[in-house]
T-cell receptor, first 123, second 111 residues
Framework: DSGVTQTPKHLITATGQRVTLRCSPR?????VYWYQQSLDQGLQFLIQ???????AKGNILERFSAQQFPDLHSELNLSSLELGDSALYFC??????????????????????FGAGSRLTVL | EDQVTQSPEALRLQEGESSSLNCSYT??????LFWYRQDPGKGPEFLFT???AGEEKEKERLKATLTKKESFLHITAPKPEDSATYLC????????????FGKGTKLSVKP
């Protein structure tokens, strides 16, 4: 168990529908990242939140949105679903609170801890 | 454009047959290079972070090395339980911390 919890584990829905994926980060982590993994594209970064605020955007479609709540859990909303949205959606968390170096992390790099993912199938 | 390329896409080994996986990267500035292991239907599991050229890290049968353009994951005397997809990722200096992943190398180790 990585400490990052994602629900639901599996979700089957129809085209045009809307779904919400939920993520609880590891205790103490303030940053949450969402990734999409499909067979041909690999892991693609969607969006990042830090302590409730959006910090970075990747290849996230306009039909998708996310938010991070005061208790630090995050939700990814996917609407007007298409067949091509079928994929594994991963949430990751980290303890990044600044970009500077630390004694145990000389370059300031931070480790992302991933959840087990939510598998979305759009029929 | 920052990018990561992994090779080969798939690798089949016999138990005990050592080999290496390659990760080539192009970034504007490297903050860290990461290796993750991913089992089917599961999330990526962190293995190593490398920060600068010449750095090496080891864990059991795995050893990761880093140069200015690429990283290698050496697998010594692999066992069937080492079968998984190995993902390489970079964290770019000046970014908010997100990782840019390669497509991975799927390793199969036969007994």
């Amino acid at each position: 168990d990585s400490g990052v919890t994602q629900t639901p584990k599996h979700l089957i829905t129809a085209t045009g529908q809307r779904v919400t994926l939920r993520c609880s980060p590891r205790s103490g982590d303030l940053s949450v990242y969402w990734y999409q993994q499909s067979l041909d594209q690999g892991l693609q970064f969607l969006i990042q939140y830090y302590n409730g605020e959006e910090r970075a955007k990747g290849n996230i479609l306009e039909r998708f949105s996310a938010q991070q709540f005061p208790d630090l859990h995050s939700e990814l909303n996917l609407s007007s679903l298409e067949l091509g949205d079928s994929a594994l959606y991963f949430c990751a968390s980290s303890d990044l609170d600044r970009q500077g170096p630390r004694p145990h992390r000389p370059s300031g790099a931070n480790v992302l801890t991933f959840g087990a993912g939510s598998r979305l199938t759009v029929l | 454009e920052d990018q990561v390329t992994q090779s080969p896409e798939a690798l089949r080994l016999q138990e005990g047959e050592s080999s290496s996986l390659n990760c080539s990267y192009t970034v504007s500035g490297l903050r860290g290079l990461f290796w993750y292991r991913q089992d089917p239907g599961k999330g990526p599991e962190f293995l190593f972070t490398l920060y600068s050229a010449g750095e090496e890290k080891e864990k059991e049968r795995l050893k990761a090395t880093l140069t200015k353009k690429e990283s290698f994951l050496h697998i010594t005397a692999p066992k069937p339980e080492d079968s998984a997809t190995y993902l390489c990722a970079v964290q770019v200096r000046g970014s908010q911390g997100n990782l840019i992943f390669g497509k991975g190398t799927k390793l199969s180790v036969k007994p």
